[in-house]
């Protein structure tokens, strides 16, 4: 979780069109002074059994984290699958067996999408859209047996919501009841809520007054609805059967939090929310705890001083809570720490506090005592361990220099890829789910944790490794064939002689003997305070590059995270500064390194600060790249005028030494725009309309700029994408225009 970037609801609409009816005949008219490569009418992306090809990408199965239940035997995991063929976006989940003997896992349809979660042991409890504007809540009973029938259980009726909007559904068998995030007025009434709905709804396009920030977020203009916590009866019946109750509780009522972040354990609730107190602008979240029997009366656990938290958690007894938390209010690049509160003694205690890592999600061990979490590090995101101290005494946080090294030194469980979604398993097992380079993401099984546990507790330099298990296969079969390359990571010496990080992928094709000279793609990743890790992505997928026939290199420059604080602070003030040293000095390296790139053909592109990262490439030729073509994807034109226009602007003000009227700041120096007199280069401009976060003015003024200078270029715009390209289709699109974009300045003559 990156503050403030914690982003909600992202599923945008897509747009409906045929990508293959804009193929042909929509060359656009290029200014006189384009000097083309080629000049195909038609360009046609490489296609075939054997390739892993944009179309590929967007039609495997998109699993997200998995879930076991409860007993730890079988896990559920939800998916996505796009068919272009059909038009279809199927959600489905996959229930897999964890222990015994195990069998084909169980594929269950979930016709019409929603939200599936564990009700107990055996029973899968689904919310899916009516179709009458309310959510009903089905149950699924799968056979007691491990083996699972191979037959789908029929969805049995138990009762519905009173809106269709809630989600996060958490169910506790013990407490016998549901506690879920959903939508509401001002009144806090969730029951009123859909009325108010269809009232605002009778007034279409209807005006809207702000008096502070933020008037619209992401992609969304401020809703007069608020996110909230809601607990609602659910249990069986004598008969054995669900039943949801009519009862809505709204457990932040009166205490005008707002919520969608929480953990359900024991009866209590423990979430973080914005203080109410501060201004809008302020990123202080603070962690309060409140009991399903007593709504509206929450206790504050955290001083209010600290910046954002994150990822509440309570352990299994309800002794303990933890959080991740900033700090300090500042602009949200900072590293996590985590918090564990004594909630018997109102004790807290930083684990690790000098750790030079940012903790996201996290899970006690079943006795309490360890702490299990995913943290970047070197471009993997990991899963560590990590011993909690005694919280019992007063001087737990005072104490902690003092205590054995096992405190401060989580230890690493795993070292490639990229693991989500942590969770204990009886018996010493963890479960988590992990995607690369090469694969999307499948649910893993740590083994033999109780061993592992007590060594690292006691300090011992043998940990023993604990065993991983694959438990799903999601894509296996569809990318067998296609030949994924898993990268290869290089380092270099950057700005101030520091080490630098990077990826490069090769060609498909690619043979060591071979005299061949190949294109190569730098691409540019966001942030700036992100980083290209080993991770599955569905938008920019180094191995869709690979099988277009592209070298390409993804660098980790001064900015990225998950190589300390100091690395990615290091880019304040700096932006047009040290992350162009690093790459000029990467690209040294990678051109030095592989003979068979042609230096001739070489092209970049980048989103968001990746984006920003191209627009300055452009009005810097004395870096002496010689892109032959570039590609910005909501990028920063005006970095003064984004600052004014983004959602974020604190984040801005904060990475530019000030605000714009403020005497201190960058924007002179850094601004891409100050430096359109020098651009040369044929650029791709692509922008969505619903980009609130860098508004498509950036794309559209960069268009402007390149036209009016005769430089060759285009401008793709998505009327319905964000800071992101969701919709498939949309998706395929992009790609198409992107490698044809290059194709013109560097394509191979040879295969035309
Ligand atoms: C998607 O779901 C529909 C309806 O259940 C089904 O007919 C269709 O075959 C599914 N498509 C794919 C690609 O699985
Ligand atoms: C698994 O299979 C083995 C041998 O086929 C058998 O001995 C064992 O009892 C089985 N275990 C379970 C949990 O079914
Ligand atoms: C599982 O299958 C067996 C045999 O076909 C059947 O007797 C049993 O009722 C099924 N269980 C469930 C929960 O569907
Ligand atoms: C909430 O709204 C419903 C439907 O309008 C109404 O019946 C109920 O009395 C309201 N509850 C409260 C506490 O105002
Ligand atoms: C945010 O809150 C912190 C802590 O109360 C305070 O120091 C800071 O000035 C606040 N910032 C804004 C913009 O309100």
């Not at 990615?568 to 051109?591: C, H, N, R, T």
Request: proline share 7%; hydrophobic share 40%.
């Amino acid at each position: 979780m990156r503050f403030p970037f914690s982003l909600l609801g992202l599923f945008g609409a897509q747009a409906a069109f045929q990508p293959t009816q804009l193929d042909v005949g929509q060359q656009q008219t290029l200014a006189p002074a384009a000097v083309h490569r080629t000049s195909r009418l038609t360009f046609a992306l490489k296609e075939g059994p054997d390739v892993f090809s944009p179309r590929t990408l967007v039609e495997l199965r998109r699993p997200g984290a998995g879930v076991a239940n409860e007993a730890g035997d079988l896990v559920l995991v939800p998916y996505t699958q796009f068919s272009l063929d059909e038009k279809t976006n199927n959600k489905s989940i996959l229930i897999a067996p964890l222990e015994g003997n195990a069998t084909k896992p169980l594929e269950i349809p979930l016709p019409g999408g929603g939200e599936a979660f564990w009700l107990d042991r055996r029973s899968i409890g689904h919310a899916v859209d009516s179709g009458k504007g309310v959510l009903d809540l089905y149950a699924y009973a799968l056979s007691p047996e491990l083996q699972l029938n191979l037959t789908t259980p029929a969805p049995v009726f138990v009762g519905a919501f009173p809106t269709k909007t809630a989600g996060k559904l958490k169910y506790s068998e013990p407490d016998g009841a549901l506690v879920f995030v959903d939508y509401v007025y001002a009144d806090g009434n969730l029951t009123a809520a859909k009325e108010q709905d269809e009232r605002r709804a009778r007034v279409p396009n209807a005006p809207m007054v702000f008096d502070a920030l933020n008037e619209r977020f992401w992609d969304s203009w401020l809703s007069p609805k608020s996110a909230s916590l809601f607990s609602v009866g659910l249990a069986r019946g004598p008969g054995g059967e669900w039943k949801l109750a009519s009862t809505f509780e709204n457990l932040l009522l009166g205490t005008r939090h707002t919520s969608d972040d929480f953990s359900f354990l024991g009866g209590n609730v423990l979430y973080t929310s914005l203080d109410p107190d501060l201004s809008p602008l302020n990123g202080t979240r603070n962690v309060h705890l409140v009991k399903i029997t007593d709504p509206g009366k929450p206790v504050q656990l955290t001083s209010g001083k600290q910046g954002g938290a994150g990822a509440p958690l309570l352990n299994s007894d309800g002794t303990k809570a933890a959080w991740i938390q900033q700090p300090t209010d500042t602009s949200g690049h900072s590293i996590n720490k985590i918090i564990v509160y004594d909630l018997i003694n109102k004790n807290r205690v930083t684990l690790a506090p000098t750790w030079d890592r940012s903790p996201e999600s996290l899970a006690f061990s079943l006795a309490g005592d360890v702490m299990y979490f995913t943290a970047e590090d070197h471009a993997r995101v990991k899963v560590y361990a990590l011993p909690i101290p005694s919280t019992s005494s007063a001087s737990a946080s005072t104490g902690y220099p003092l205590l054995p090294k096992q405190f401060h030194n989580p230890v690493p469980l795993t070292h490639q890829g990229a693991a989500s979604g942590v969770q204990l398993l009886p018996g010493g097992r963890l479960l988590f789910s992990r995607s690369s380079f090469a694969s999307p993401n499948d649910v893993y099984v740590l083994q033999d944790l109780s061993s592992f546990e007590s060594n690292i507790v006691l300090g011992s330099s043998q940990a023993l490794k604990p065993k991983i298990n694959q438990v799903t296969r999601f894509n296996a079969e569809a990318l067998e064939s296609k030949g994924l390359d898993e990268g290869e990571e290089f380092w270099f010496k950057g700005a101030l002689d520091r080490d630098v990080q990077g990826w490069l992928f090769k060609p498909k094709g690619w043979d060591e003997k071979d005299t061949k000279k190949w294109p190569l793609a730098m691409v540019i990743h966001g942030g700036p305070h992100g980083t290209t890790a080993d991770q599955w992505s569905d938008r920019w997928n180094p191995n869709v590059f690979s099988q277009q026939g592209y070298f390409s290199i993804w660098m980790n420059p001064t900015g990225s995270t998950s190589f300390g604080e100091e690395f990615a602070e290091s880019i304040i003030g700096d932006w047009g500064g040290k992350p162009f040293v690093d790459m000029v000095q990467g690209f040294k390296y990678v051109l030095e390194s592989y003979p068979q790139i042609d230096p001739d053909r070489v092209v970049a592109a980048g989103a968001s600060w990746g984006g920003y990262a191209i627009n300055w490439l452009q009005g810097h030729p004395e870096y002496g790249f010689s892109f032959k073509a570039l590609v910005c994807h909501d990028g920063v034109f005006d970095s003064s005028a984004s600052s004014y226009t983004t959602d974020v602007p604190r984040f801005f003000n904060h990475e530019f030494g000030g605000a714009p009227w403020e005497e201190k700041n960058v924007h002179s120096k850094f601004s891409p725009a100050n430096f359109v007199h020098k651009w040369s280069t044929p650029q791709l401009v692509i922008h969505g309309s619903k980009d609130y976060r860098l508004p498509d003015t950036e794309g559209i003024a960069a268009f402007h700029a390149l036209q009016q200078l005769g430089i060759p270029s285009r401008l793709l715009i998505f009327p319905e994408e964000n800071h992101w390209v969701l919709g498939h289709e949309n998706s395929l699109k992009w790609h198409y225009e992107v490698f044809k974009w290059f194709d013109e300045f560097v394509g191979d003559l040879a295969d035309s």
